[in-house]
């Protein structure tokens, strides 16, 4: 992970030179904003000047608010932030990482050395909201510029070094430790999402998964030849128009007891989509590089669990594919044979992501035999229309782990809604000439292909997430700026940390 910010904890100091930030909490209406008692100390030679400068601004602590004070006479300090928390009582884990982010938003392209006091009034601020903090910032910092041979002014981004100040520094340092491989696992997403197409191939993409050998994770990547020998006609047909050779990647990790089964996360990793014979409108198609931001997310998530050690058995798959128009490109009308041996009539070549994930969730079922199965696509344009850009629809077999999906959306930002599955959809795909179509028509899009995804995954409690509206091309947030997200990362850390470590 490339080091935008380098980010270190420290006990609280009893003075403070160079930029510094300092947290203020929303207090009682009409009354002025609280400081912890260690910041009232810091701010006493300029407590006037701080005050005047609150008042002027009309600062009153509110979450993600902030004011600057360059050149503050009576400290040392050569410009000082306030940033506002809202109320104390009311802080959970996700608004410590809006805080983070948005400090880094604040901070000047020129900053080098920042120093952060984290002390609140009415106790000490956690080492694990430290650690979210930092997380924060660490993403906010993230940015994609790679191909760039010359730089704007108002594209510089800050690339200091960070020193958050706490009582508690050491139980900072250990939630951390945890946290820091998350982060990277979000940035590896990131990356992988922006990059260009004809630079992240099947094959490309397949050997950056590789590199998750070098923090423990076992992977195994499938080429054409092996998926034919396994029937995965659906998976092979979307990609038959292309150049590039199909790929399914597996990657494990075992944290867990020994021989008890893995919880299972599948990707579509459709690295380009032009939609093949049913070729998409030219306007917009340029987005379709993002179409494998499962996959992304898949990968990133292994990195995280296996960066922090988690203490579970794992195993992610993805389908890597791209769908191009060609001679030898599948047809509407054409019927294939998935590795389940259900036959699929093609009514639509842009309905592809199904293909893919029906044949790899086949194989994980079958050679697996996990737990669960979590699958993440950027599948149909019909779930942005439903839910806009600020949840991922959830469809499940099962509550419990649909339930656990929502909760740990609500932790940790990445919000899902859940989207009804019933037996009267399946009318909608059934085909005259084979077992299923894939496509359904216009109503109803996202619930007709995740009916079409259930038919491959059996008994096995299992959840379909649609991202096309939260992976890329989504809304900037006080963490992150960048076109591809990196959803889904902390959502599934978090399921797993919470339900599923032994």
């Known amino acids: 992970m490339p080091d935008h910010v380098k980010i270190s904890f420290a006990k609280l100091p009893a003075a403070l030179e160079g930029l510094v930030v300092l947290l203020a909490a929303e207090p009682a209406e009409g009354e002025t904003p609280d400081f912890a008692p260690p910041v009232d100390a810091l701010l006493a030679p300029a407590a006037t000047l701080v005050a005047s400068a609150m008042q002027a601004d009309r600062f009153t602590g509110k979450s993600g608010k902030g004011i600057d004070i360059l050149a503050p006479t009576g400290l040392d300090a050569s410009r000082l932030i306030v940033m506002g928390v809202g109320k104390v009582a009311s802080l959970k884990t996700f608004d410590w990482l809006k805080l983070g982010g948005a400090i880094m938003g604040r901070l000047p392209a020129s900053a080098r050395e920042v120093s952060v006091v984290l002390a609140l009034p009415g106790g000490e601020v956690p080492g694990e909201a430290a650690a979210e903090l930092a997380l924060g910032l660490r993403l906010r910092a993230y940015a994609f510029d790679r191909y760039k041979t010359k730089k704007k002014p108002d594209e510089a981004t800050a690339k200091p070094k960070v020193t958050l ?10 939630a951390w430790k945890k946290r820091e491989g998350i982060g990277e696992g979000v940035v590896i997403a990131r990356d992988l999402v922006n990059e260009p197409a ?8 397949a050997k950056r998964a590789g590199d998750l050998a070098k923090v423990g994770v076992d992977v195994e990547v499938l080429g054409e030849k092996d998926l034919k020998k396994l029937g995965m006609g659906a998976l092979l047909g979307v990609g038959q128009g292309s150049a590039e050779e199909t790929r ?8 867990g007891k020994s021989g008890e089964a893995p919880v299972a996360f599948v990707g579509k990793g459709v690295v380009f989509d032009t939609g093949g014979i049913s070729i998409k409108q030219a306007a917009g198609m340029e987005d379709m590089k993002g179409d ?6 898949v990968v990133g ?5 296996a960066s922090r050690k988690a203490k579970a058995n794992v195993v992610g798959l993805i389908g890597l594919v791209e769908n191009m128009p060609d001679g030898k490109a599948q047809r509407p009308g054409d019927i294939v044979t998935s590795m389940s041996g259900q036959t ?3 009514i639509n070549t842009d309905a592809e992501g199904r293909l893919v994930l029906g044949d790899v969730l086949w194989y994980a079922k079958e050679r697996f035999k996990p737990q669960f199965m979590v699958d993440l696509a950027t599948l149909t344009g ?16 099962n509550d419990i782990l649909a339930e656990r999906l929502a909760d740990s959306g609500l932790t940790t930002g990445e919000k899902v809604w859940r989207l009804p599955l019933s037996a009267e959809y399946d009318k909608l795909i059934d085909s005259k000439f084979a077992d299923m179509k894939n496509t359904g028509g216009r109503f109803g899009g996202s619930i007709t292909a995740a009916q079409f995804i259930q038919r491959f995954v059996g008994d096995v409690p299992w959840a379909h997430l649609d991202i096309a509206g939260t992976a ?3 809304p900037a947030t006080e963490f992150n700026r960048s076109w591809g997200s990196g959803w889904g990362v902390r959502l599934l850390d978090d399921l797993v940390a919470r339900h599923y470590e032994s």
């Open 198 to 205: 004809n630079v992240l191939t099947p094959t490309e993409f």
């Open 248 to 255: 399914v990647v597996v990657m494990r990790w075992n944290g």
């Open 301 to 305: 998530l292994m990195h995280a669990l």
């Open 472 to 474: 890329m091309s989504s």
């Open 165 to 174: 100040y706490i009582e508690d520094d050491a139980a900072a340092k250990r």
């Open 382 to 397: 019909a779930i942005i229309v439903a839910l806009g850009t600020e949840h991922a629809g959830l469809f499940s077999n």
């Open 344 to 346: 699929i009539e093609i």
């Open 292 to 297: 494998m931001a499962g996959a992304a997310c």
